[in-house]
Each structure stands twice: as structure tokens, then as C-alpha cells.
């Protein structure tokens, strides 16, 4: 399958809490492709954290700078790139996650709820209804989500393992058999 993906990269999309991270890294390593997260990468690079761009700067900033990081991992091969959440909302990122594989990890939002109640590194839910506030965010979003070449269902209190052994048995469904590209 390494060889039918001809190096191209893989998106992983979804809600934040969706395990992009942690998926993405084990993905990785059993396709022997590199790892990366665009949140990590606009940390490093700014030498600040989410929600410090968040705060001081604000959601637009911050969206332009998920899309450069975007742009320039494009230029890339043999990476799995776990995206931060709100990643579907431009249109332009299209252009650029179109360039590889994009898989969505769906996730039931009472699970993502469950995963991120107590969390403080989530600018959008420091609300004071967080499940509500990923229902709204997930009703906006789930449209664009289902726009990626691939959705894996997953089911609440699965082990990352299985959910990327479901991901590899399904990546070669949307392989094109002779033309190794995507259909
Ligand atoms: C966001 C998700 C976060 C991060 C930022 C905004 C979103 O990434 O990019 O807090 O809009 O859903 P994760 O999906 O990795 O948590």
C-alpha cells in the first residue's frame, strides 16, 4: 500500500479531542511517514502558545497562520499531518489538503465532551456549556468534515490502535488500483 500511496500525504481532520494527535503519530510510524501537528508547528514558530495567539491576537490571526503553515507543508511528501480543528473552515485550505489524503476521525460529540471537559488548552470551549459549544461548533462544521476522501467512525472507548488498523484496511478502498493516485 506504501507503494500505491506513491508518498503522498495524509490530512487527518475533525473536532478538537478527535485523537488526531495521537493517531497520527502511530499512523505514521506503520506507513513510515514523518509526523506533524499544524498547532504545534504555529507554536514553535511563534514561540507561543494557542491561546495566547488566541487571546492577544484573535481567531483571524490565528486562522492565517493555521493556512501558512498549510501552504508550506504542501511542499512536502511522506508526512501524516494531524490539523487542527477549525482547519475546513477556509476554502482556500481545500486547495491544499487536496494535494494528499484526507481523512476525517468522527467522533459522537458526547465522546469529545467526555475527552475535553477539563481542558484549559482549547480556546473555543473556555465556555461556560463546553458540550454545547461543541454541538454548535460540530453542526457548523460537520458538512466540511465530510467533504474528506475518508471518514472513520469511531466508536467511544476504542484504542487508537484500532482506529488506525481501520484507516489502513480502508485507505487502499480509495486508491485507485492501476493509477496509484486517489479516485
Ligand atoms: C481549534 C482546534 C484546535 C486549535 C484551536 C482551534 C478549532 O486544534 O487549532 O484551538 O477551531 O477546532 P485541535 O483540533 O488539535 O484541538
Redesign the pocket.
Known sequence: MQERLKGINIYLIG??GSG?STIGGLLAKQLGYRFMDT?DIISQTTHRS?TDIFATEGEDVFRDLESKVLSEICAYKKFVV?T???IILKQMNWSYLRHGMIIWLNVPVEELYHRLKEDQT???LQHPDPLQQLQI?LEKRQSLYAQADLEIKINPGGVPQQVVTQILEKIPTILKPQSYGLN
Do not use: C, H, S, T
Request: glycine share 24%.
Open positions: 473536532m478538537m488526531k498547532d494557542i494531524a487542527g480543528g477549525g482549547r480556546p473555543l461548533l
